[in-house]
């Protein structure tokens, strides 16, 4: 048996490399404010122009967003070795993630001032690993329908060359 100092964790060796990151955000409230007073299409003219703080989770990931309007979505970004499972392939969650924010950013898109929408559901189908080669990645989100309570979107996230390594599904409820 090994003895560890009180400062390392059962199981850590003095041999592992660290490695840090850090992330730095704007106080969120300003861009919650404008969700609630913008239309779908006035939020992200401003939130690509700059003009607003982009949301806390695309800074804590890794990707932005780059287009949006008429029921569509679409970011950009990179994997980090940050977003490892314990195997050591990108965690399927960031898929979800991903994929859940183009989905839910092309419903918005479409939505008048005062009406927001949350996520009911969502699928995800991971059909290809994204490695160090992979490089810059693009989730592209469309709406497929659009009634008055609910919402349907699909999205797939794709490389430079189109190749998709993710898609899915999502409904969403359309709040007044």
Not at 68 to 93: C, K, M, Q, T, Y
Request: charged residues 20%; glycine residues 14%.
């Amino acid at each position: 048996m090994t003895a560890t100092s009180p400062s390392e964790p059962p199981g850590e060796s003095q041999s592992m490399t660290e490695r840090s990151r850090t992330v730095t955000w704007t106080d969120p409230a300003e861009l919650a404010a404008a969700v609630r007073e913008l239309s779908g299409p006035e939020l992200f003219a401003k939130l690509i122009a700059g003009e607003l703080p982009m949301p806390t989770i695309g800074k804590t990931v890794g990707f932005r967003l780059v287009e949006a309007g008429d029921g569509r979505a679409v970011f950009e970004g990179e994997w980090g070795e940050h977003l490892l499972n314990p195997a050591g392939g990108l965690h399927g969650g960031w898929y979800g993630l991903v994929l859940d924010s183009a989905m839910g950013c092309a419903v918005h898109s479409a939505l008048p001032a005062g009406t927001g929408y949350t996520t009911l559901e969502y699928k995800v189908n991971i059909t290809r690993a994204v490695t160090e080669k992979t490089g810059k990645l693009r989730i592209e989100g469309w709406v497929v329908h659009q009634g008055r309570r609910t919402a349907t979107a699909e999205a797939r996230v794709v490389d430079a060359a189109g190749k998709v390594y993710a898609h899915g599904s999502e409904t969403c409820l359309i709040l007044g």
